[in-house]
């Protein structure tokens, strides 16, 4: 079966800072994998996904960058953190089956506080 | 463009009665559907999907929703709510051959003894 594990749970970081979160994928080959943001009050953001190694689209303009190094790697960064960046970072992946999309399936999440 | 709309940010229903939450979505191709739930600090769970099958779709936990396309609307409903129901509710369209999810703005539920 297919597990999807994100880290750290949580993090604390002072503003300026560099940013590194992980999310790897297992039991499934060439997915597409998302990072999202949770900021208080604003739902669910799309910032980044990728259909396949060294293919990122981004959806918003903003001092993040987003990697994915190995097929079921994906890796969210910041070279320094501003406030604005707090937030529940989600990870999530899913397949394409003949052309047509599948559902998402999500991480359990990285709280992450900017002080 | 795609686009969901969650009628009501929060909704409020006591233990046994019906759970509805509303969801009306606008797609200008015929669109995949789903739903998820967020328990707090926790990643988001898929309830349900339509796929274009059968129109009434039933999910995990007794959810389940009905796709009518004359009202662009994928309303979940559940007979009788539960104490473990509350949690944050998601509505989200995509493509039939996107790779993208366009997520409402979300729905929390509580749920009174």
């Known amino acids: 079966s297919q597990t999807i594990h994100q880290w750290p749970a949580t993090l604390v970081q002072p503003v300026g800072s560099p940013l590194s979160l992980e999310c790897t994928v297992e039991?499934?080959?060439?997915?597409?994998l998302y990072w999202y943001r949770q900021a208080a009050g604003r739902g669910l953001q799309l910032l980044f996904y990728?259909?396949?190694?060294?293919?990122i689209s981004s959806e918003v303009p903003q001092n993040l960058s987003a990697s994915r190094p190995q097929d079921r790697q994906f890796i969210l960064s910041s070279k320094k953190l501003l406030l604005s960046d707090s937030g529940f970072y989600l990870c999530?992946?899913?397949?394409?089956?003949?052309?047509?999309?599948?559902?998402?399936?999500f991480g359990p999440g990285t709280r992450l506080t900017v002080l | 463009a795609q686009s969901v709309t969650q009628l009501g940010s929060h909704v409020s229903v006591s233990e046994g009665a019906l759970v509805l939450l509303r969801c009306n979505y606008s797609s200008s191709v015929p669109p995949y559907l789903f739903w998820y739930v967020q328990y707090p600090n926790q990643g988001l769970q898929l309830l349900l999907k339509?796929?274009?099958?059968?129109?009434l779709v039933k999910g995990i936990n007794g959810f389940e929703a009905e796709f009518k396309k004359s009202e662009t609307s994928f309303h979940l409903t559940k007979p009788s709510a539960h104490m473990s129901d509350a949690a944050e509710y998601f509505c989200?369209?995509?493509?039939?051959?996107?790779?993208?999810?366009?997520f409402g703005a979300g729905t929390i539920l509580r749920v009174k003894s």
């Open positions: 039991g499934t080959s060439n997915p597409n």
């Open positions: 339509y796929t274009s099958a059968a129109t």
């Open positions: 989200a369209v995509s493509k039939i051959y996107g790779n993208k999810l366009v």
């Open positions: 990728s259909v396949g190694i060294g293919q």
């Open positions: 999530a992946w899913s397949i394409t089956t003949g052309g047509y999309y599948n559902e998402q399936f």
